[in-house]
């Protein structure tokens, strides 16, 4: 309307000014020139159509590049896998909008530097340049604002950029909706965090890390990634502490001791430094503090460690927090989530829904990065659980004074009643001869156990070792001696299969 | 989906202006054939008011230097599954033309995937929207008037040039958003998604009257009176809903248990949000059994077989009991949108208010909230998902007897109003949480501040808001940023003297941070006058402290001797500031250093750190550290450097304090560079990552500069050239910004580096 309005001004001042130069008075023809000026100035005006400006000039690299990290070593596994997944998720079809790399894992254990390393190999594949943000700002969630006004200072140097952080969002995405830009989000709370720094264009790549596995909430399968390798952990002690092979001995038992954490193999590597480059000395006091691990011992020795495991550890609720200390009783390497019942006193009788309460205790913890998933049960369809040697002494440093002897024989009864009902399903006349303490304490009467195992399985035998050697001699305590017997059998089974195995 | 690059072409009424200036051309020449110069000058007057005064109305900004078509549409799904059909007929529908007006009003139960399908559709139709997309989303609380002047402001802005002054007059706004929308056009058409819309009413003025631009509507009803197309979305084909569970929780568990699979979607109504729950709970346990997992949702949940309840149900049998019980109690609010203390009053007495904090956090993480911080403040705010408030609503009815109810909503009641008419103590944030930082607890600090900031806006007290918000800035500032200063700095109100005091020391810390010295004197003058007005001892004596270390950086150190002295009279003297000696030490003995008084030096820091250690100051204990490295380091003592300052980053380590551990390893690898480079690139090279990442580009350029120097001398000149030349852009940048002595002073070091090199590389040499 408007446009139709304005061409009519425009043309009919320009005819007027044409008669008017051509015929009339002086003052008359004056104004007709200025009509005519007029009418060409609104033209141009009007011909001043917004030019639409490319989000990003082409010269503009956004964001440093960072120097390659000295002492990153190993990780070629992870580097493939990712390498593998993004080329994956390039195809037309593979997945919309910009791609999305999280990676997960227990604190320390070196996500950081593995997606520093990745986007390092893929930055030639994003010409417009790359981002870089740590999501978190001392342990506490980094408000998104704060985060987008360091990308947008990137992006548009000098511009006044709007405060709230809707604004931001979408002023960044406009942005990057046709730029090939690489995004590295380090160290992310949620998925809400990260769904408001991802940008829009489908030529750019996203880098998550974070301890929770955000890849179900973003749709895509994140990197699980676990403690290096043995070999990766010696490399990476190496490095850190520009040491050669001399010491082989201590740097193994010091990459054992700190459990192949990364971020404790880096400490200790700067204590070797501090030592002038001698690993013994390190080696001798990991064993001091670690055998007999004090109430304070891992603030003391690690506390970068500490650091890290307490921050999680600050996010339990009270009953969590307990469940956490008391789960560092269990000796055997890995754990399913019922022990937590007896450990925590939980019986059958007024507890018929605890059972599942401590499994998602249990899986809560894993989620944090607290324990950490070690495979199937074969005996109950649920996740085995173990924790971290360094998280370990964490736990222990938290649990205070117990009645361990006490907690434990009340594991050995759930143990023995577990063993009892599965033996007495699978064995044709065990019961017989073995009648059933009755009433159960541990397990409901309707329990499913016996059921959905099968029997006892070897490699669950194995998991169990240590728990199972336990249970001969609690078995025996309570002069329970079929079942003691049965254990034991099953033991030597279990060693004699396993060593036939390793023949 | 990537939109092409723009293509050059022929704009129609660029062509007719052009031959319209030729017309006129051929006139006006004609004209000053007849009339001689006074015509010509009567024409040249007109053009000119023409061209200016409309250019003269255009500053005010409708359009565009720099304007960005807005791209605004949230991150698509990276999946749709079993949607294909949909998809394509909304896309279809979408993007043709030909159409009058083109309103998809999409509407299906809670839960379906209403949303995830529309911006999954806008997405993939943009390449055909040159104008951009917008997306919008109602809150259901918000009343209707409110929500359509927030969305249609929003909306001006993403069409308009940056800094355009959107007008609060509802009807000025709406001429605007009209005159925007005219601007459309073919090869310029606009795409707005418009989601959870609970009514015709609260879309139609927003519904623009031009045939270029497609409307996507989200509402849970069919809305009435809408022009345009409706798609009733219904649940997922059985199949489809397997293969979304496959994609969450991986495709080799569904294959080993096909039956339980099934049982599992099945129970999960075919609801794409419910599936997307189940396998997010499933996930976090990659070996359990899926039959196991479905017993459970047996158990946990009331058997309501095919609806979506039943698929929350298995979602609600995996939360821990804390995580349930904050569930339920959230059933009671009557709003969506909730702060984590309204659920820690509905909790009542059992539930701290950060454990509050951290169920909402949590229930966030699994999928039932959504969380959003409105600003660079952080305060968080949490909301519940429209289908998991209804969830909610029944467990809470279950759950509660009317007295359970009724104390829950009084409690409720009862802190909202002690909010908001300050029945709450905030006298003193800045200091209490000075404190909590001094120990050490930096977490706890910025969580302190934050809720400190957000019961400030509650009960509209701006003091309080102001000074929470410049120890946030405070806090920012301890570890290094820069630009997150500055940003909350900005938002700061200047009305108050005590927080406007402190904004300009902290403004200043950052200009002696860049060893702009003249700015950071400049800046404590003005707080130190404005501070004769309002006297605060606490402030007063860390200005002076502050402009002590101004003075240790600059020509003459010595003039921070008689103000760091005159601080710490004060604060032995004055009442209840003895806690500042630490710092006051610290202070003092970088002046100290800088005059080579070194005994002197460590005589300070040995008091100031016994200081610290009695009042249990651990951050300020830490700098004392670093700062008796510093003077082992003067004096050449390589072996007590090493130790005082891995004790020093130890404790940082502790603290998460990444800006203090990189000053320890950036002194750590300059003291290695004389007999260990190899080790000193290390901690040098994470030193200059950590500064890198803060945004203090001073110290980062510093880094920069040495790691180059150590990387020349063990050969590598690529490395070392880089690295200065990283250190130049930094110098540059501080240069241009503010005038530096220091700055200029290590720029041309760095070039004289660049240089000797540069003929190092092409004489062969290394």
């Given at each position: 309307?408007?446009?139709v309005?304005?061409?009519?001004?425009?043309?009919a001042?320009?005819a007027?000014?044409?008669?008017?130069?051509?015929?009339?008075?002086?003052p008359?023809?004056?104004?007709?020139?200025v009509?005519?000026?007029?009418?060409?100035?609104?033209?141009?005006?009007?011909?001043?159509?917004?030019?639409?400006v490319?989000?990003?000039?082409?010269?503009?690299?956004?964001?440093?590049?960072?120097?390659r990290?000295?002492?990153?070593?190993?990780?070629?596994?992870?580097?493939?896998?990712?390498?593998?997944r993004?080329?994956?998720?390039?195809?037309?079809?593979?997945?919309n909008?910009?791609?999305?790399l999280?990676?997960?894992?227990?604190?320390?254990?070196?996500?950081?530097?593995?997606?520093?390393?990745?986007?390092?190999?893929l930055?030639?594949?994003?010409?417009?340049?790359?981002?870089?943000?740590?999501?978190?700002?001392?342990?506490?969630?980094?408000?998104e604002?704060?985060i987008?006004?360091?990308?947008?200072?990137?992006?548009r140097?000098d511009?006044?950029?709007?405060?709230?952080?809707?604004?931001?969002?979408?002023?960044?995405?406009?942005?990057?909706?046709?730029a090939?830009?690489?995004v590295?989000?380090?160290a992310?709370?949620?998925?809400?965090?990260?769904?408001r720094?991802?940008?829009?264009?489908?030529?750019?790549?996203?880098?998550?890390?974070s301890?929770r596995?955000?890849?179900?909430?973003?749709?895509v399968e994140?990197?699980?990634?676990?403690?290096?390798s043995?070999?990766?952990?010696?490399a990476?002690?190496?490095?850190?502490?520009n040491?050669?092979?001399?010491?082989?001995?201590?740097?193994?038992?010091?990459?054992?001791?700190?459990?192949?954490?990364p971020?404790?193999?880096?400490?200790?590597?700067?204590?070797?430094?501090?030592?002038g480059?001698?690993?013994?000395?390190?080696?001798?006091?990991?064993?001091?503090w670690?055998?007999?691990?004090?109430?304070?011992?891992?603030?003391?020795?690690?506390?970068?460690?500490?650091?890290?495991v307490?921050?999680?550890?600050?996010r339990?609720?009270?009953?969590?927090?307990?469940?956490?200390?008391?789960?560092?009783?269990?000796?055997?390497?890995?754990f399913?989530?019922?022990?937590?019942?007896?450990l925590?006193g939980?019986?059958?009788?007024?507890?018929?829904?605890?059972q599942?309460?401590?499994e998602?205790?249990?899986?809560?913890?894993?989620e944090?990065?607290?324990?950490?998933?070690a495979g199937?049960?074969?005996?109950?369809?649920?996740?085995?659980?173990?924790?971290h040697?360094?998280?370990?002494s964490?736990?222990?440093s938290?649990?205070?004074p117990?009645?361990?002897v006490?907690?434990?024989?009340r594991?050995?009864?759930?143990?023995l009643?577990?063993?009892?009902?599965?033996?007495?399903?699978?064995e044709?006349?065990?019961?017989?001869?073995?009648?059933?303490?009755?009433?159960?304490?541990?397990f409901?009467?309707?329990t499913?156990?016996?059921?959905?195992s099968?029997?006892?399985?070897?490699?669950?035998?194995?998991?169990?070792?240590?728990?199972?050697?336990?249970?001969?001699?609690a078995a025996h305590?309570?002069?329970?001696?079929?079942?003691?017997?049965?254990?034991?059998?099953?033991l030597?089974?279990s060693v004699?299969?396993?060593?036939?195995g390793?023949? | 989906?990537?939109?092409?690059?723009?293509?050059?072409?022929?704009v129609?009424?660029r062509?007719?202006?052009?031959?319209?200036?030729?017309?006129?051309?051929?006139?006006?020449?004609?004209?000053?054939?007849?009339?001689?110069?006074?015509?010509?000058?009567?024409?040249l007057?007109?053009?000119l008011?023409?061209?200016?005064g409309?250019?003269?109305?255009?500053?005010?900004?409708?359009?565009?230097?720099?304007?960005v078509?807005?791209?605004?549409?949230?991150?698509?799904?990276t999946?749709?599954?079993?949607?294909?059909a949909?998809?394509?007929?909304?896309?279809?529908?979408?993007e043709?033309?030909?159409?009058?007006?083109?309103?998809?009003?999409?509407?299906?139960?809670?839960?379906?995937?209403?949303t995830?399908?529309?911006?999954y559709?806008?997405?993939?139709?943009a390449p055909?929207?040159?104008?951009g997309?917008?997306?919008?989303r109602?809150?259901?609380?918000?009343p209707?008037?409110?929500a359509?002047?927030a969305?249609r402001?929003?909306?001006?802005?993403?069409?308009?040039?940056?800094?355009?002054?959107?007008?609060?007059?509802?009807?000025?706004?709406?001429?605007?958003?009209?005159?925007?929308?005219?601007?459309?056009?073919?090869?310029?058409?606009?795409l707005?998604?418009?989601?959870?819309?609970?009514?015709?009413?609260?879309v139609?003025?927003?519904?623009?009257?031009?045939?270029?631009?497609?409307?996507?509507?989200?509402?849970r009803?069919?809305?009435?009176?809408?022009?345009?197309?409706?798609?009733d979305?219904?649940?997922?084909?059985?199949?489809?809903?397997?293969?979304?569970l496959?994609a969450?929780?991986?495709?080799?568990?569904i294959?080993?248990?096909q039956?339980?699979?099934?049982?599992?979607?099945?129970?999960a109504?075919?609801?794409p949000?419910?599936i997307?729950?189940?396998g997010?709970?499933?996930?976090?346990?990659?070996?359990?059994?899926?039959?196991?997992?479905?017993?459970?949702m047996?158990?946990?949940?009331?058997?309501?077989?095919?609806?979506?309840?039943?698929?929350?149900?298995?979602?609600?049998?995996m939360?821990t009991s804390?995580?349930?019980?904050?569930?339920?109690?959230?059933?009671?609010?009557?709003?969506?949108?909730?702060?984590h203390?309204?659920?820690?009053?509905?909790l009542?007495?059992?539930v701290?208010d950060?454990?509050?904090?951290?169920?909402?956090?949590?229930l966030?993480?699994v999928?039932?909230l959504?969380?959003?911080?409105?600003d660079?403040?952080?305060?968080?705010?949490f909301?519940?998902?429209?289908?998991?408030?209804?969830?909610?609503?029944?467990r809470?009815?279950?759950?509660y007897?009317?007295?359970?109810?009724?104390?829950?909503?009084?409690?409720?009641?009862?802190?909202?109003?002690g909010?908001?008419?300050?029945?709450?103590d905030?006298?003193?944030?800045?200091?209490?949480?000075?404190?909590?930082?001094?120990k050490?607890n930096?977490?706890?600090?910025?969580?302190?501040?934050?809720?400190?900031?957000?019961?400030?806006?509650?009960?509209?007290?701006?003091?309080?808001?102001?000074?929470?918000?410049?120890?946030?800035?405070?806090?920012?500032?301890?570890?290094?940023?820069?630009?997150?200063?500055?940003?909350?700095?900005?938002?700061?109100?200047?009305?108050?003297?005590?927080p406007h005091?402190?904004?300009?020391?902290?403004?200043?810390?950052?200009?002696?941070r860049q060893r702009?010295?003249?700015d950071?004197?400049?800046?404590?003058a003005?707080?130190?006058?404005?501070?004769?007005?309002?006297?605060?001892?606490?402030e007063?004596?860390?200005?002076?402290?502050?402009?002590?270390i101004?003075?240790?950086?600059?020509?003459?150190?010595?003039?921070?001797?008689?103000?760091?002295?005159?601080?710490?009279?004060?604060?032995?003297?004055?009442?209840?500031?003895r806690?500042?000696?630490?710092?006051?030490?610290?202070?003092e003995?970088?002046?100290l250093i800088?005059?080579d008084?070194?005994d002197?030096?460590?005589?300070?820091?040995r008091?100031?750190?016994?200081?610290?250690e009695?009042?249990?100051q651990?951050?300020s204990r830490?700098?004392?550290?670093?700062?008796?490295a510093?003077?082992?380091?003067?004096r050449?003592?390589?072996?007590?450097?090493?130790?005082?300052?891995?004790?020093a980053?130890?404790r940082?380590?502790?603290?998460?304090?990444?800006?203090g551990?990189?000053?320890c390893?950036?002194?750590?690898?300059?003291?290695?560079?004389?007999?260990?480079?190899?080790?000193?690139?290390?901690?040098?090279?994470?030193?200059?990552?950590?500064?890198?990442?803060c945004?203090?580009?001073?110290?980062?350029?510093?880094?920069a500069e040495?790691l180059?120097?150590?990387?020349?001398e063990?050969?590598?000149?690529?490395?070392?050239?880089?690295?200065?030349?990283?250190?130049?852009?930094?110098y540059?940048?501080i240069?241009?910004s503010a005038?530096?002595?220091?700055?200029?002073?290590r720029?041309?070091?760095?070039?004289?580096h660049?240089?000797?090199?540069?003929?190092?590389?092409?004489?062969?040499g290394?």
């Amino acid at each position: 309307m408007t446009r139709v309005m304005f061409w009519s001004v425009a043309v009919a001042s320009a005819a007027a000014g044409g008669l008017l130069i051509w015929s009339g008075p002086m003052p008359l023809r004056l104004a007709g020139a200025v009509l005519l000026g007029v009418a060409t100035g609104l033209a141009l005006w009007a011909a001043r159509r917004p030019r639409p400006v490319g989000p990003l000039p082409a010269t503009q690299v956004v964001g440093g590049r960072l120097p390659r990290l000295a002492t990153f070593r190993g990780r070629t596994r992870h580097l493939a896998e990712l390498r593998e997944r993004y080329e994956r998720l390039r195809e037309p079809e593979a997945s919309n909008g910009a791609i999305i790399l999280p990676i997960h894992g227990l604190p320390g254990v070196g996500k950081s530097a593995l997606a520093r390393e990745f986007a390092l190999t893929l930055a030639a594949e994003f010409p417009d340049g790359q981002l870089y943000a740590n999501l978190g700002n001392a342990g506490n969630i980094r408000p998104e604002a704060e985060i987008l006004k360091s990308f947008l200072a990137d992006l548009r140097p000098d511009a006044e950029l709007p405060m709230s952080t809707n604004d931001r969002a979408a002023l960044f995405r406009s942005l990057t909706a046709t730029a090939r830009i690489l995004v590295v989000l380090d160290a992310a709370r949620d998925h809400e965090q990260v769904a408001r720094l991802i940008p829009a264009g489908a030529n750019c790549a996203v880098i998550v890390t974070s301890r929770r596995n955000l890849g179900p909430a973003l749709g895509v399968e994140s990197l699980a990634l676990d403690v290096p390798s043995m070999d990766d952990g010696l490399a990476m002690l190496r490095a850190v502490s520009n040491t050669l092979d001399e010491d082989r001995k201590f740097a193994i038992e010091i990459v054992d001791r700190v459990g192949r954490l990364p971020l404790a193999i880096r400490a200790v590597g700067d204590e070797i430094v501090r030592d002038g480059g001698a690993l013994a000395p390190a080696a001798l006091r990991l064993r001091g503090w670690q055998s007999e691990p004090g109430a304070d011992a891992l603030r003391r020795h690690l506390p970068v460690v500490h650091e890290r495991v307490e921050s999680e550890y600050s996010r339990l609720d009270r009953a969590e927090r307990q469940a956490f200390a008391l789960l560092s009783l269990i000796e055997s390497p890995s754990f399913v989530p019922w022990v937590l019942a007896p450990l925590l006193g939980y019986d059958a009788a007024g507890h018929r829904v605890e059972q599942l309460a401590v499994e998602n205790t249990v899986s809560r913890l894993a989620e944090r990065q607290l324990l950490t998933i070690a495979g199937l049960d074969e005996v109950t369809g649920l996740d085995r659980y173990q924790l971290h040697p360094l998280v370990r002494s964490f736990a222990v440093s938290v649990r205070g004074p117990v009645d361990a002897v006490r907690i434990l024989e009340r594991v050995d009864e759930a143990y023995l009643e577990a063993i009892d009902l599965i033996l007495a399903a699978s064995e044709a006349g065990y019961r017989d001869r073995n009648p059933a303490p009755q009433p159960l304490r541990w397990f409901a009467a309707a329990t499913a156990l016996p059921r959905i195992s099968d029997g006892l399985p070897g490699r669950w035998v194995r998991a169990e070792y240590r728990n199972l050697l336990r249970c001969v001699g609690a078995a025996h305590q309570r002069r329970r001696f079929v079942l003691c017997w049965r254990i034991a059998v099953r033991l030597a089974d279990s060693v004699r299969t396993a060593s036939a195995g390793s023949r | 989906m990537t939109r092409p690059p723009e293509r050059l072409r022929i704009v129609p009424v660029r062509a007719t202006a052009l031959v319209l200036v030729i017309v006129v051309s051929v006139v006006a020449v004609a004209a000053i054939e007849r009339d001689g110069w006074q015509a010509f000058a009567a024409a040249l007057a007109g053009f000119l008011v023409a061209v200016a005064g409309p250019a003269v109305v255009s500053r005010g900004g409708l359009r565009p230097a720099g304007y960005v078509a807005p791209s605004n549409l949230p991150p698509p799904p990276t999946h749709l599954t079993g949607r294909e059909a949909e998809v394509a007929e909304l896309q279809a529908y979408l993007e043709d033309a030909v159409q009058r007006r083109r309103v998809a009003n999409l509407h299906g139960v809670a839960g379906i995937g209403k949303t995830a399908l529309a911006v999954y559709t806008a997405h993939r139709a943009a390449p055909k929207f040159k104008a951009g997309e917008l997306f919008a989303r109602f809150v259901p609380e918000t009343p209707a008037g409110d929500a359509i002047v927030a969305v249609r402001r929003r909306f001006i802005a993403a069409l308009s040039p940056a800094g355009t002054v959107v007008p609060d007059s509802p009807w000025r706004q709406a001429v605007m958003y009209r005159r925007l929308l005219r601007r459309l056009g073919e090869d310029n058409q606009l795409l707005i998604v418009l989601d959870d819309v609970t009514g015709a009413a609260l879309v139609r003025p927003l519904l623009p009257r031009t045939r270029w631009c497609a409307v996507v509507i989200t509402s849970r009803n069919r809305l009435d009176d809408l022009p345009g197309k409706d798609f009733d979305l219904g649940r997922l084909e059985p199949a489809a809903a397997l293969q979304m569970l496959a994609a969450i929780v991986g495709n080799a568990r569904i294959v080993a248990e096909q039956g339980a699979a099934r049982q599992l979607v099945r129970a999960a109504a075919y609801h794409p949000l419910a599936i997307q729950l189940v396998g997010m709970a499933l996930a976090n346990r990659p070996n359990s059994r899926l039959d196991v997992a479905l017993g459970r949702m047996a158990r946990g949940g009331g058997g309501r077989e095919g609806t979506f309840d039943n698929a929350l149900d298995l979602a609600y049998s995996m939360l821990t009991s804390g995580e349930q019980d904050a569930l339920v109690a959230l059933g009671l609010l009557d709003r969506r949108n909730f702060a984590h203390w309204e659920l820690a009053a509905l909790l009542g007495e059992v539930v701290l208010d950060g454990e509050a904090f951290e169920y909402s956090l949590r229930l966030t993480g699994v999928g039932l909230l959504e969380r959003h911080s409105v600003d660079a403040v952080g305060v968080q705010e949490f909301r519940l998902l429209e289908h998991v408030e209804r969830y909610a609503r029944r467990r809470a009815g279950d759950r509660y007897d009317d007295t359970e109810r009724a104390a829950a909503t009084a409690r409720l009641d009862a802190a909202r109003e002690g909010r908001s008419t300050q029945q709450v103590d905030l006298a003193d944030v800045f200091e209490t949480e000075q404190q909590t930082l001094d120990k050490g607890n930096i977490s706890r600090a910025f969580k302190n501040t934050r809720d400190a900031v957000a019961l400030a806006r509650d009960c509209g007290d701006r003091e309080a808001a102001a000074e929470a918000t410049a120890m946030l800035a405070e806090l920012h500032a301890e570890l290094g940023g820069l630009e997150d200063v500055r940003d909350l700095l900005a938002s700061l109100p200047v009305e108050y003297p005590l927080p406007h005091v402190r904004a300009l020391r902290i403004r200043a810390k950052l200009h002696r941070r860049q060893r702009q010295l003249d700015d950071a004197r400049r800046l404590l003058a003005a707080a130190s006058d404005l501070c004769r007005a309002t006297p605060n001892p606490s402030e007063e004596i860390r200005l002076l402290r502050e402009r002590a270390i101004v003075e240790s950086l600059g020509a003459h150190p010595a003039a921070g001797l008689p103000l760091i002295r005159e601080a710490r009279d004060r604060a032995e003297a004055e009442a209840g500031q003895r806690r500042q000696l630490p710092a006051l030490a610290y202070a003092e003995s970088r002046v100290l250093i800088a005059l080579d008084q070194l005994d002197e030096a460590e005589w300070v820091l040995r008091h100031g750190a016994q200081d610290a250690e009695q009042q249990q100051q651990e951050l300020s204990r830490s700098w004392i550290g670093y700062e008796q490295a510093q003077v082992a380091r003067h004096r050449g003592q390589h072996e007590q450097v090493l130790e005082l300052a891995l004790d020093a980053l130890n404790r940082f380590g502790g603290m998460r304090h990444r800006y203090g551990s990189a000053h320890c390893r950036e002194i750590i690898g300059r003291v290695l560079a004389v007999d260990d480079p190899d080790s000193a690139v290390r901690f040098l090279a994470e030193a200059l990552e950590t500064f890198h990442n803060c945004g203090d580009a001073w110290v980062e350029a510093t880094a920069a500069e040495r790691l180059g120097e150590v990387q020349a001398e063990r050969g590598y000149i690529a490395e070392a050239v880089d690295l200065w030349r990283a250190a130049e852009q930094l110098y540059e940048s501080i240069e241009r910004s503010a005038a530096s002595a220091r700055a200029r002073e290590r720029l041309t070091r760095v070039r004289q580096h660049l240089a000797a090199h540069h003929t190092a590389v092409l004489g062969g040499g290394t």
